[in-house]
């Protein structure tokens, strides 16, 4: 056993088996891991596993807010494993999935945060620029807890002009503050604490009553790539 697990501190035990969501015992959750930490050498410590996974879910599914599922299939580790686009909620599912898989203790974690750039597009359609529930992970290494965001993939962040998140293994990386023009971007006005599983029922119903055009979420993919992608927010750059 690691010397991380040693000293794991006892609120953080609970958050090493998989859930009825976090499903890091799934074949899809287990493959991912296995394929973003391909690279590692056998004997990589945990603190370097972490980064690599958060890297993983951070590049390797793109952001789109428009992915918003309806219903709680849409939630599964495993689901979202096999996914090209998604947005903040199912990829801390993933990424608390793919933690514990690797043997490292993370719990989802849930804030209101309010997003001073989202586009006209996007307020019109929530009728405000208040994102309840938006998803974060928090995790332990060397038992020291950490909170990380795998939300917006680098190459969105150098489209439109935010300032990506960076994981070091050593300091948080929650929330994008401000663009590259230091304007204010993400406000964090409510922390909703972390989950051993997310409460996907109550997250759901709380969206339907906050945002009654949340149908127009669900929007048709087919046809649109990376280049159409609407991320949510007002580019900086041009």
Not at 214 to 228: I, K, N, Q, W
């Amino acid at each position: 056993m690691e010397r991380s697990r040693k000293i794991l501190p006892e609120e953080a035990q609970k958050f090493l088996s998989p859930t009825r969501f976090v499903e890091s015992d799934s074949p899809e959750v287990r493959g991912f891991v296995d394929k973003a930490l391909a690279s590692l050498a056998s004997d990589a410590s945990d603190r370097e596993k972490a980064v690599r996974l958060f890297e993983a879910v951070r590049d390797d599914i793109r952001y789109d807010p428009y992915t918003f599922e309806l219903e709680p299939e849409g939630y599964y580790a495993s689901r979202i494993a096999t996914m090209a686009s998604s947005f903040c909620v199912p990829k801390a599912i993933l990424l608390t999935a793919c933690l514990r898989a690797a043997g490292i203790p993370a719990a989802l974690g849930f804030a209101d945060v309010r997003n001073h750039l989202s586009t006209p597009k996007l307020r019109e359609l929530m009728g405000t620029d208040l994102f309840i529930f938006h998803g974060y992970v928090q995790l332990w290494l060397e038992g020291q807890p950490y909170k990380v965001t795998p939300a917006f993939n680098m190459e969105l962040c150098e489209r439109f002009g935010v300032k990506p998140l960076i994981f070091d293994g050593y300091h948080d990386a929650l929330f994008h503050e401000y663009d590259e023009k230091n304007r204010r971007h993400m406000e964090y006005v409510n922390d909703r604490g972390v989950f051993a599983d997310p409460p996907v029922e109550e997250y759901l119903q709380l969206f339907r009553e906050t945002y009654p055009k949340l149908g127009e979420f669900s929007r048709d993919r087919t046809g649109r790539g990376a280049e159409g992608v609407d991320a949510g927010f007002a580019p900086t750059r041009g």
